[in-house]
């Protein structure tokens, strides 16, 4: 069993910048990638952005490419998600994930509770 525990979300200013992250725990895990994925009210769930276990591999959305920065530390089985420019439009529940590759997180593999983003204008 693997366990996904974020922390990070918060209050910001339209502009400002938050980093989110995200620990995962389990004797199961490893060479996992992960990823965040984020639900607004009222939309379906995206994926923001993606990284492979060793870093090498990232994806994001159209949406927040050249403003966030999905990084990895596996020493400390821990995914970061450095957002900056932030819009209120980012406004959401941001999920950790992480699954065997990149393309099957979405559909399978662990999430985590979510923590909570809100951009003010």
């Known amino acids: 069993q693997v366990q996904l525990v974020e922390s990070g979300g918060g209050l910001v200013q339209a502009g400002g910048s938050l980093r989110l992250s995200c620990t995962a725990s389990g004797r199961a895990f490893s060479y996992y990638a992960m990823g965040w994925f984020r639900q607004a009210l009222g939309k379906e769930r995206e994926r923001v952005a993606a990284i492979s276990w060793g870093g090498g591999v990232t994806s994001y959305a159209d949406s927040v490419k050249g403003r966030f920065t999905i990084s990895i530390d596996n020493a400390k089985n821990t995914v970061y998600l450095q957002m900056s420019s932030l819009k209120p439009e980012d406004t959401a529940i941001y999920y950790c994930?992480?699954?065997?590759?990149?393309?099957?997180?979405?559909?399978?593999?662990?999430w985590g509770q979510g923590t909570q983003v809100t951009v003010t204008s």
């Open positions: 994930a992480a699954d065997h590759t990149i393309a099957t997180m979405s559909t399978s593999g662990y």
